[in-house]
């Protein structure tokens, strides 16, 4: 399979019904899907580093024709939000699915959706985390997975780097809570979990549980919320991205490879699992006065704050003068 090929792999998404996005209702769950690579317009790294969060505002959009066409309605709300330009507004549209944790050309009248009153260049003018984390600015590169808005963060010196969204374990397979290191990595892998006779692919590979196997990679994945067996997926572009920018561990054969394979000289890039699995799909914006207002991730104080995931951290936090719990 050619990079072309995996980019366009596709991922499921929600649809939302008005009832689903209200604050604390349960969400519909009809599948539909959506090519990965139109979500690489959206992402990318923060155009500034370094900045107070700048403010951006949400409101509620309820989609409407009076002649009940879910077509012309769609079209409408694209106008709308183009400012009068409905190419602009089917792109800005992708922003607003990904945001919703939905599918936009998918939606029907009398669906509600969460629009930003003004749409920014900078995708992490909409991140749910600070755009500084003081706490880690003694960290090279730290890098952090929310469970409870299901989504991930990069910081490089206490600065936000880049954000997206995940899908964490089930809750069957919970992804464990913690601190870690990524480990090894490989740029394409067959899960181990694949039923007979179906092949599993994981592409971007990046372990950070080396003794159960967990580790972040593409997959063609829900946007609602945890639903795979321990793992965490990413789209496509991000998943890229973190797998080049993220430091694997070194042992004595090199960078990247098992524990079997050699002594570790030296731990990767930071890894921090935090929050709650949601119960059900994750609720992006909570409701204050009426309106939608993102729901924001709550950081510790400091990544040493959490408690080591793995002999192997306590161990590395020894080496570091740590005191791992």
Known sequence: MTMIERKNTTLFC?????????????????????????????????????RAREHVGYRYHILYDRRSNDVIARNTFYKIIGDGDVFVGAERAKLVGLLNRTLVPSTRIGDTLIVPVKFSTDFCSYSPFP?????????DKLFIIDKT??????????????WGIVNTGA????????????????????????????????????????????HIHQYPMPTGGPTSHGCVRLVDEDAEWIYRWADPWETTLGSGFGSSQGKIKKPGTTVLVIGDDPEGNPIPFLEEKGQPVLQLV????????????????????????????
């Not at 690489?40 to 500034?48: F, N």
């Not at 984390?133 to 003694?138: K, L, Q, R, T």
């Not at 808005?149 to 880049?162: C, N, T």
Request: aromatic content about 14%; overall charge negative; proline content about 7%.
């Open 14 to 50: 929600l649809i939302l019904s008005a009832a689903a996005l209200s604050v604390g209702a349960p969400m519909l769950q009809a599948q539909s899907y959506v090519n990965q690579k139109e979500l690489a317009d959206i992402l990318g790294e923060c155009e500034v580093i370094g």
């Open 131 to 139: 755009y500084r984390y003081e706490g880690s600015a003694d960290f």
């Open 171 to 214: 809750k069957s397979s919970p992804t464990p809570g913690g601190r870690y290191n990524f480990n090894w990595k490989t740029e394409y892998r067959i899960s181990s979990l694949s039923p007979p006779g179906e092949q599993w692919e994981m592409y971007w590979v990046f372990n950070f549980f080396d003794e159960r196997g967990i």
């Open 298 to 325: 709550s950081l510790p104080g400091h990544p040493y704050d959490v408690p080591p995931g793995t002999s192997q951290q306590k161990y590395f936090d020894k080496l570091l003068n740590r005191t791992g719990d």
């Open 149 to 162: 808005v299901q989504a991930w963060a990069a910081y490089e010196s206490g600065d936000l780097a880049r």
